[in-house]
């Protein structure tokens, strides 16, 4: 059974889903959003996932401890694992992302794979950059993924 829930943050609404007590899927609401099929409640660890998330947006939280339910093809979930290493405050390329998971020519497909990160902001995607360090690619836009940059720089210890 899925539950979910949607909160307003100041970067937009964003959905929270819970799937096996483990946090399936965030991101932003958008007006063709599908909704899940399964219940609107606000689940205990859907709560704590948006009291983590509204910490994190106020500066105030750089890691995350919600439990994950990371599914893709393997790929994918080698690329997501690979996100959750970046450090807080820090950027990596799409060509780092790549060698980092032994496949060095895959910098296009780990940007596919990031583009569909079905959870934004703790699965950190935000942090992956293009090769000249210039923001390209964010499924939930360039403006929010600024934002969150900017965010941890001004709050990096």
């Given at each position: 059974m899925e539950y979910w829930n949607t909160y307003k943050t100041k970067i937009g609404t964003l959905i929270i889903v819970e799937k096996e007590n483990?946090?399936?899927r965030i991101e932003t609401v958008k007006a063709?959003?599908?909704y899940p099929k399964g219940e609107k409640v606000e689940t205990k660890l859907i709560k704590k996932a948006y009291e983590q998330i509204s910490e994190y947006l106020e500066g105030k939280r750089k890691k995350f401890t919600?439990?994950?339910l990371i599914k893709g093809t393997k790929?994918?979930?080698?690329?997501?694992n690979a996100l959750l290493e970046i450090p807080y405050g820090e950027t990596r390329t799409y060509v780092e992302i790549a060698k980092q998971i032994g496949?060095?020519?895959?910098?296009?497909?780990?940007?596919?794979?990031?583009h569909n990160n079905p959870i934004m902001i703790v699965v950190p995607c935000h942090r992956v950059i293009g090769s000249n360090?210039?923001?390209v690619g964010y499924a939930g836009g360039l403006d929010i993924k600024e934002e969150l940059l900017k965010l941890e720089k001004g709050n990096k210890i």
């Open positions: 483990k946090i399936s063709n959003s599908e919600l439990p994950l790929f994918q979930e080698k690329v997501w496949n060095e020519k895959a910098s296009r497909a780990v940007g596919g794979a990031n360090k210039k923001l």
